[in-house]
């Protein structure tokens, strides 16, 4: 049945941030860059922020909380790697520090796919028995099936499974995804270069753009 707002009762509910201005509890955050750029790196260390109420970059936490960060992009051997690295940069160890243990999962490449029906009611127990507060996916490429060219799959994808996770779950989400490698006289420097089809980037809430330049790996917010 239709229903018509009341524009004088209405009111906006404040963002939840995990790391203001960059990772919202209550949005659909995407994460990109171009393969091997180091977004993944940046990302994991934000997840390690968010369960240890560390800050990220200067920015602070609202942490710690429960997170869960998915990674069917690396070997758990590597994923592990990075961690210890990581966790040693930020002065402790993985295996003793009580934030780190209590509040960080990892879920190490095994083949989950959204849109299949098993794996996602795995998740979603996942995150109600855990009380995610925040989910990191890497990468979005790699949790599905669908044809990523086209919008009629990728709604399915980012509609009706990505958000029905976080409604679900109560969860805020991170997605990492891929931009499509530039040609000499069409450098990336927008949104409009998100590989794949466009309700990828239509259907999230906020989106950083993460390039190597000579200083090093910066990151824009380009949608938010």
Same mark, same amino acid.
């Given at each position: 049945?239709?229903?018509?707002? %009341?524009?004088?009762?209405?009111? $906006? =509910?404040?963002? @939840?941030?995990?790391?203001?201005?960059? &990772? *919202? !509890?209550?949005?659909?955050?995407?994460?990109?860059?171009?393969?091997?750029?180091?977004?993944?790196?940046?990302?994991?260390?934000?997840?390690?922020?968010?369960?240890?109420?560390?800050?990220?970059?200067?920015?602070?936490?609202?942490?710690?909380?429960?997170?869960?960060?998915? %990674?069917?992009?690396?070997?758990? $051997? =590597?994923?592990? @790697?990075?961690?210890?690295?990581?966790? &040693? *940069? !930020?002065?402790?160890?993985?295996?003793?520090?009580?934030?780190?243990?209590?509040?960080?999962?990892?879920?190490?490449?095994?083949?989950?796919?959204?849109?299949?029906?098993?794996?996602?009611?795995?998740?979603?127990?996942?995150?109600?028995?855990?009380?995610?507060?925040?989910?990191?996916?890497?990468?979005?490429?790699?949790?599905?099936?669908?044809?990523?060219?086209?919008?009629?799959?990728? !709604?399915?994808?980012?509609?009706?499974?990505?958000?029905?996770?976080?409604?679900?779950?109560?969860?805020?989400?991170?997605?990492?995804?891929?931009?499509?490698?530039?040609?000499?006289?069409?450098?990336?420097?927008?949104?409009?270069?998100?590989?794949?089809?466009?309700?990828?980037?239509?259907?999230?809430?906020?989106?950083?753009?993460?390039?190597?330049?000579?200083?090093?790996?910066?990151?824009?917010?380009?949608?938010?």
């Amino acid at each position: 049945m239709l229903q018509l707002l %009341d524009f004088r009762t209405w009111k $906006s =509910e404040p963002i @939840r941030w995990a790391i203001k201005p960059y &990772i *919202g !509890r209550d949005l659909l955050n995407l994460s990109l860059g171009l393969g091997n750029s180091g977004k993944s790196m940046y990302n994991l260390d934000a997840a390690i922020a968010c369960a240890t109420g560390q800050s990220w970059l200067g920015f602070e936490t609202t942490g710690p909380m429960q997170t869960l960060y998915i %990674d069917e992009d690396c070997p758990v $051997s =590597e994923t592990m @790697r990075r961690i210890k690295r990581l966790c &040693i *940069g !930020r002065g402790f160890d993985y295996r003793t520090e009580k934030d780190f243990l209590n509040n960080f999962h990892l879920s190490p490449m095994c083949g989950l796919k959204v849109d299949d029906e098993l794996c996602f009611r795995s998740i979603e127990a996942t995150l109600l028995e855990h009380k995610i507060a925040m989910m990191f996916i890497d990468a979005l490429v790699a949790v599905h099936d669908k044809d990523e060219n086209l919008n009629i799959e990728m !709604r399915g994808v980012m509609r009706d499974r990505l958000r029905l996770l976080m409604r679900k779950g109560k969860v805020g989400m991170e997605v990492m995804h891929h931009v499509s490698r530039p040609h000499k006289d069409a450098p990336v420097t927008n949104a409009l270069k998100s590989r794949g089809a466009t309700e990828i980037l239509n259907a999230s809430d906020q989106a950083c753009l993460f390039e190597q330049e000579d200083e090093g790996l910066s990151g824009t917010l380009i949608m938010c």
